[in-house]
């Protein structure tokens, strides 16, 4: 069948990948693909929110899956679209997507359901919610209610940053209207639990674990993520029994009780504090960097697993042994301001997959186009072997304009 992914990063490079090692994919489209996308599938000029647009391209083509990479795509409503017209797609709903788009409103789901997560409150008036911070404890965590590509979430150690952050939240409307969801701060492991799910039954994926801050030994500032890798050795099987039946599957239930039930990626973003497991944050959708280090392990067929979860039935997978890392290389000056068009070399060098995230092609060099550029994910049968043959595939690429972190998988050896 004809297979359309909605999206142009790093995770839309590993679907893309995952559906084309399938013999059922006869024809992959990306709307809009990256440069790294553009050897697996043809790229077309689609924004990934231009709904309308996306629908009458999978009617002219014909299409037989669509699968939905980013949030903004899901926010929007394509998934109800695509449904509308007869299509299967996979991914949720915008019903179903709130939990991802609205803080407030998976709170709130999480408090109904008994599901552990920290204590919070909500705001929309900057005095109120500062009131709110000075009575309590520092640090403290504040979270822009709505979507905001990762960034939207702040680690105030001080008065001083948590003014700055609500400031730029609430008055100066950095991220759009809405409101700030205050939580209290968690200490303990974080780690991510992805599941395939079709309204009440799931399907876990291997855990894995995102590196959020820019730099080496956590520091500087939030990212969409630098680097992942799974097999954790500090979760435990009791802690993935506990996390799927207290947590994932809780939240399906939930969803399918409060009208909304969820089809795609539900993502668990979670914490393991000396109180048991706890929620940080649910995503609606394949994790980015997860899905580069998780998708290379899936010996199931790609397009076979997400038909099952567009049709609504129970998704199955197998997965390999061994591990995954993978290295994010970024533009300097990322998560902030960042200039575009230095030239990538050495790439064909990389024995390692690389899956583009912000590249492009430019008088036929390859050149970088986003703040993150690509990341480089190493399989080995171990951790270790694989963080060593990342490092050393890293070290192949030539661009004067890229940074990265040397330290992912490193908390795994403590």
Same mark, same amino acid.
């Given at each position: ?8 990063? #790093? ?13 059922? !994919?006869?024809?992959?489209?990306? /709307? ?23 629908? @009458? ?14 949030? @903004?795509?899901?926010?929007? *409503? ?7 017209? #007869? ?33 919070? @409150? ?7 919610? %500062? /009131?709110?911070?000075?009575? #309590?404890?520092?640090? /403290? ?17 001080? %008065? ?47 855990? /894995? ?34 996390? %799927? ?8 239930? @939930?969803?399918?009780?409060? *009208? ?26 394949? *994790? ?18 997400? %038909? ?15 591990? &995954?890392? #993978? ?15 230095? !030239? ?25 186009? *986003? ?10 049968? &171990? ?32």
């Amino acid at each position: 069948m004809k297979i359309l992914v909605i999206g142009s990063g #790093g995770r839309e490079h590993a679907i893309v990948e995952a559906i084309a090692r399938s013999p059922k !994919a006869e024809k992959i489209y990306a /709307a809009p693909g990256n440069a790294g996308i553009a050897a697996l599938a043809e790229c077309v000029a689609i924004k990934d929110t231009d709904v309308e647009a996306l629908v @009458a391209f999978a009617k002219r083509e014909g299409i037989g899956l669509t699968v939905v990479g980013p949030e @903004a795509s899901l926010a929007v *409503g394509v998934v109800d679209r695509f449904r509308e017209e #007869g299509f299967k797609i996979f991914g949720p709903t915008q019903a179903a997507t709130e939990i991802e788009s609205s803080k407030d409103f998976a709170k709130r789901l999480m408090k109904k359901y008994y599901v552990p997560t920290a204590d919070y @409150a909500t705001f929309t008036d900057y005095e109120e919610a %500062m /009131a709110y911070v000075r009575k #309590g404890t520092l640090p /403290a965590v504040l979270k822009y209610d709505g979507l905001a590509a990762g960034k939207g979430v702040v680690i105030a150690e001080t %008065m001083e940053e948590a003014e700055a952050a609500l400031k730029d939240m609430l008055l100066d409307t950095k991220y759009g209207e809405g409101r700030v969801v205050i939580e209290e701060f968690l200490t303990g492991e974080e780690f991510s639990l992805m599941c395939f799910v079709a309204g009440n039954k799931i399907c876990p994926m291997p855990v /894995a674990q995102d590196h959020k801050r820019a730099y080496d030994n956590d520091e500087g500032p939030n990212t969409g993520g630098m680097g992942a890798y799974t097999e954790l050795p500090f979760v435990t099987a009791e802690d993935h029994a506990y996390a %799927m039946e207290h947590i994932m599957q809780r939240v399906a239930d @939930a969803l399918v009780e409060e *009208g909304r039930p969820f089809t795609g990626v539900l993502y668990g973003g979670l914490m393991k504090t000396l109180t048991g497991i706890k929620v940080i944050e649910f995503n609606a959708r394949f *994790g980015d960097p997860e899905t580069e280090v998780v998708l290379p392990r899936l010996k199931s067929d790609a397009v076979d697993l997400f %038909m099952a979860v567009a049709e609504g039935q129970q998704p199955a997978a197998e997965w390999s042994e061994g591990a &995954t890392l #993978g290295i994010v290389l970024a533009s300097k000056g990322y998560p902030g301001s960042y200039d575009k068009g230095f !030239a990538i070399r050495g790439t064909e060098r990389v024995e390692s997959k690389i899956y583009h995230m912000g590249t492009a092609m430019k008088n036929g060099e390859l050149v970088t186009a *986003g703040g993150r550029v690509m990341i480089v994910v190493a399989e080995a049968a &171990t951790l270790r072997e694989a963080q060593t043959k990342a490092r050393e595939d890293i070290a192949k690429i030539e661009c004067d304009n890229l940074f990265h972190r040397t330290d992912i998988g490193a908390k795994a050896f403590r």
